[in-house]
């Protein structure tokens, strides 16, 4: 299967990425065996994948660098690169391709120490693909110092190294780097693609692959994570509740401590997950003695994973209540389109007499206001305001309207 079928809803990003990994062949050939290089090439050496949360970007890269390090022998007989099952796709869709560095932060940033280890990564020639290819999944979290490591880099490329990077928007990389890369935007898949990509690639029962799809509005992570996820299930249904809950400004209070406790609950969930782990393979590493005693000159490394995985703790939490934010949101989008008399399909019709109820009994106006709310609360968090004072003022104006 072609490395492209999984890319739900990007025929168009699809079919000019399959024309640059064509090109891109071609200069490989003729650089090994110095018949002359294509004149005019849709193949450069750095990329830009944005859209929208859920579109995909991240998936789209991982496609590109598989065709980049194709191997079939079908390619000698004028077949596409992207196979999708020779070990040049394989192992770069799965992670263990040696030459395709994907780098992903759980932290809140992504710093200048990282970043000057991926720069000079990016100066190696290829161990053993035909390209060295490194995939920056969140661009948008480098810091300015970062960014500034990274340009260099990009301006002045390796022969053979490709820049795959990601991010919400162009506005959230710097200037001076998304002026030298190819842009490509991606877009929200349809619910209906993204139902059949669950169904077919997940092996979802159909009414919960179509239920999850149209939950998300086509969110692919998130859709996933609805389909098969129990307890990402209860934590929607909670967060849809909470508009019945602030009638009174104690129920407001109380429903922002909850949202804070449940994002906090999650992130330590998953902190327990990993933190042990980590931190057990650490002390192996730096010779712990029987009983867990530590070698001399060794506790700089171990308080620089405590603070390592208390920035990743935060991050989750941050990401948690975001993501009841994006349903409260949802939820208020539903019974604007329901005043408005707009045929749009709701997404959240298990709770559809609730939407209706608060439809009849609330303004249009009032509605976007609540919108506006959810949206300053969002804004609070990306700056640093305390949540629970954030979230509190946010759950206030929604009982105001």
């Excluded at 000019?16 to 002359?36: E, H, S, Y």
């Excluded at 660098?65 to 770069?92: I, M, Y």
């Excluded at 941050?318 to 208020?332: I, P």
């Amino acid at each position: 299967m072609p490395v492209w079928d999984d890319l739900v809803g990007q025929e168009k990003v699809s079919v000019q990425l399959a024309a640059a990994a064509r090109d891109a062949d071609a200069l490989v050939t003729a650089a090994d065996t110095g018949v002359p290089v294509p004149e005019s090439s849709k193949m450069t050496h750095a990329w830009l994948f944005t859209g929208p949360p859920g579109s995909g970007r991240a998936d789209t890269a991982r496609a590109f660098a598989a065709a980049l390090q194709c191997v079939s022998p079908d390619r000698a007989l004028g077949g596409e690169p992207g196979c999708g099952f020779c070990d040049g796709c394989h192992t770069s869709l799965i992670g263990t391709h040696a030459d395709v560095e994907v780098v992903r932060t759980d932290l809140l940033s992504i710093g200048v120490k990282e970043t000057r280890e991926l720069v000079r990564r990016a100066q190696l020639s290829p161990a053993v693909g035909r390209w060295q290819v490194i995939v920056l999944e969140d661009a948008d979290r480098l810091t300015e110092g970062a960014g500034n490591v990274l340009l260099k880099a990009v301006e002045e490329p390796a022969p053979r190294t490709v820049w795959l990077l990601c991010a919400p928007s162009l506005e959230d990389v710097l200037p001076t780097i998304r002026s030298r890369c190819r842009h490509l935007t991606l877009r929200t898949p349809s619910v209906e693609a993204v139902a059949d990509m669950l169904v077919r690639r997940d092996g979802i029962e159909p009414t919960a692959a179509a239920a999850a799809a149209r939950a998300t509005q086509g969110h692919i992570d998130r859709a996933r994570s609805l389909a098969t996820d129990e307890r990402a299930r209860q934590r929607r249904a909670a967060v849809l509740k909470l508009p019945l809950r602030v009638e009174d400004i104690g129920g407001c209070l109380r429903a922002a401590q909850e949202l804070i406790d449940t994002a906090a609950e999650e992130a330590k969930q998953v902190a327990e997950d990993v933190d042990v782990k980590e931190t057990e393979d650490l002390k192996a590493a730096l010779g712990a003695a029987q009983g867990g005693r530590m070698p001399r000159g060794t506790a700089g490394a171990m308080k620089e994973l405590e603070d390592k995985q208390k920035r990743r703790r935060t991050r989750t939490q941050r990401d948690s209540l975001d993501l009841a934010l994006v349903d409260l949101t949802g939820f208020y989008r539903d019974v604007l389109a329901l005043q408005l008399g707009s045929r749009v399909p709701l997404a959240n019709t298990e709770v559809q007499d609730m939407l209706e109820r608060m439809a009849r009994g609330t303004s249009p106006e009032s509605t976007l206001r609540r919108i506006e709310a959810i949206g300053a609360c969002r804004t609070a968090l990306d700056r640093n305001v305390a949540p629970l004072l954030a979230v509190e003022a946010m759950t206030v104006a929604l009982r105001a309207g």
